[in-house]
């Protein structure tokens, strides 16, 4: 199994630029997350989804926006890098809610940097 | 607002000894789920153990078991019989009550020096 598949690894972006950072997961998880994590942090909820077509706001939103328009996929928008955005990112899911233990499974993270 | 912390932002510990990795949290809610991931140099979040609020007894996964203590709201990672690929960054992370969103500690270093 795939499980979940983030794409792009690296990318190096020039302030003011956009991109999209691809997230799909073939488990038919209903939730899905997108963490952040600076240098050595711990990680911060970006946006959530519990399920196509809805989704909420995390601890650090700015200046990114995401969709879920499927099940399987949960893209996350860059739409005018800054610096202080250079941090590896991560894509989960979650069976739902009343899974039994609530673990989270992470994709392998993609690291940007804005120069 | 619910909150994790871990205090070690680094440890060392000798091969095939047992080290403890301390988290406390605070929450104001009566179920909550605590979990323990570990983080190798190559950067992949690993799920290690879960522990619910509810449970009764301590969590044990092989050589990782976890100290839950209730009334001190900690719920501390006891590593058994250390070994070199156990050097790794850990982070203790709890799960909110709505969306299963996981908050994360800082996360503890852990070196098994041989």
């Known amino acids: 199994n795939a499980g979940v598949t983030q794409t792009p690894k690296f990318r190096i972006l020039k302030i003011g630029q956009s991109m999209t950072l691809q997230c799909t997961q073939d488990?038919?998880?209903?939730?899905m997350y997108w963490y952040r994590q600076d240098p050595g942090m711990g990680l911060k909820l970006i946006y959530y989804?519990?399920?196509?077509?809805?989704?909420d706001k995390g601890e650090v939103p700015n200046g990114y926006n995401v969709s879920r328009s499927t099940t399987e996929d949960f893209p996350l928008r860059l739409e005018l890098a800054a610096p202080s955005q250079t941090s590896v990112y991560f894509c989960?899911?979650?069976?739902?809610?009343?899974?039994?233990?609530?673990?989270?499974?992470f994709g392998e993270g993609s690291r940007l940097t804005v120069l | 607002a619910q909150k994790i912390t871990q205090t070690q932002p680094g440890m060392f510990v000798q091969e095939k000894e047992a080290v403890t990795l301390d988290c406390t949290y605070d929450t104001s809610d009566q179920s909550y789920g605590l979990f323990w991931y570990k983080q190798p140099s190559s950067g992949e979040m690993i799920f290690l153990i879960y522990?619910?609020?509810?449970?009764?007894q301590n969590a044990t996964e092989g050589r990782y078991s976890l100290n839950f203590q209730k009334a001190r709201k900690s719920a501390n990672l006891v590593i058994s019989a250390s070994q070199l690929g156990d050097s790794a960054m850990y982070f203790c992370a709890m799960r909110e009550p709505v969306g299963g969103k996981l908050i994360f500690g800082q996360g503890t270093e852990l070196s098994v020096k041989p």
């Open positions: 989804s519990v399920g196509a077509g809805i989704t």
């Open positions: 522990q619910g609020s509810y449970d009764e």
């Open positions: 989960a899911s979650n069976p739902s809610e009343v899974s039994n233990t609530g673990e989270l499974f």
């Open positions: 488990m038919n998880h209903n939730y």
